[in-house]
């Protein structure tokens, strides 16, 4: 595992840019860029991640980027990946569709679904921020359970879906989940990918200060605390065989409990509207989910 002070120095991500503060996506953006030596093509949605890029004709990212259409992130991204095969620059380059979970797993799932059954040769990498965020915290697929936002006013009901095993349905290479709170794990993460040909999906939980409702000084504590209390689990799965990574290894491998959900909601506004019957019920969906994923790295599947 790359420590931190490993890291290449050499930054893609430039300084000065329009999102807001304590915005995840440019701390993983970051260790994303490096990981690809800055030699890629991104395709980006309309999104957060857009405002961060920057308007034409200014960027803030310091690598190829195109703004694509809301559902086409990955159609893009495949055809880009055709066009450097063409041009014979394939080995060069490495095509990284990022879009957020709205454009991941709502809007752009159909052109998403396209590329993994084609096994298209490209990144894709899902931030999870948890809602429709630039466009005003709307809920997504994503959204967790009990959240409030400008479409879910007494909280939603269902829990997220469990986008990354829909990916892994597909067969394709790699499969891993990620926070943005764990750089190191994000660039080990990118890096494997990097070396792999076909679709390779990433998705990393991403804290967003305005959306969730905390401090933005908070951003890397809530991003791990959501891996202590297993909301977030840190994985990959190659070729099929599934293994946890970093810290949530270490929560399995030392057995004990996790930390309670109860103080990760606690810490986030967009919670407030919950009962302690609600809590439990994710405290119950959260436990079912990390024994599967313990029971899965136990027998090596």
């Not at 660039?187 to 990433?202: P, Q």
Request: hydrophobic share 40%.
């Amino acid at each position: 595992m790359t420590r931190i002070t490993e890291l290449p120095t050499t930054e893609y991500v430039l300084p000065g840019n329009r999102a807001c503060a304590g915005c995840g996506i440019g701390i993983a953006l970051r260790v994303v860029t490096k990981a690809l030596d800055g030699k890629m093509v991104m395709t980006v949605p309309a999104s957060c991640l857009t405002v961060l890029g920057g308007m034409y004709p200014t960027s803030s990212v310091n690598v190829p980027w195109i703004n694509v259409a809301f559902p086409s992130t990955a159609a893009a991204a495949a055809g880009a990946a055709a066009g450097l095969r063409a041009m014979g620059k394939a080995d060069d380059m490495t095509v990284l569709a990022m879009a957020g979970d709205g454009g991941t797993g709502d809007i752009g799932i159909q052109a998403l679904s396209g590329a993994a059954e084609r096994n298209d040769d490209f990144i894709y990498l899902c931030y999870d921020n948890e809602a429709y965020m630039n466009t005003g915290t709307q809920r997504s697929g994503l959204t967790p359970a009990g959240a409030r936002t400008t479409t879910t006013w007494a909280g939603k009901r269902e829990n997220p879906k469990d986008l990354p095993r829909i990916m892994e349905a597909h067969n394709i290479p790699y499969v891993a989940s990620t926070s943005a709170a764990y750089p190191t794990d994000v660039f080990d993460k990118v890096a494997k990918a990097r070396e792999i040909h076909g679709l390779r999906y990433i998705h990393m939980n991403t804290p967003c200060p305005s959306g969730w409702s905390f401090d933005p000084k908070d951003t890397v504590r809530l991003g791990k605390l959501a891996v202590e209390c297993g909301i977030v689990v840190l994985y990959e799965v190659e070729d099929g065989v599934f293994r946890l990574t970093g810290r949530s290894a270490a929560l399995a491998k030392a057995g004990k409990a996790l930390t309670p959900v109860a103080e990760y909601i606690a810490t986030q506004g967009r919670f407030k509207a919950m009962t302690a019957d609600a809590v439990a019920e994710v405290q119950a969906w959260v436990d079912k989910r990390w024994a599967g994923y313990v029971a899965r790295e136990r027998a090596g599947e």
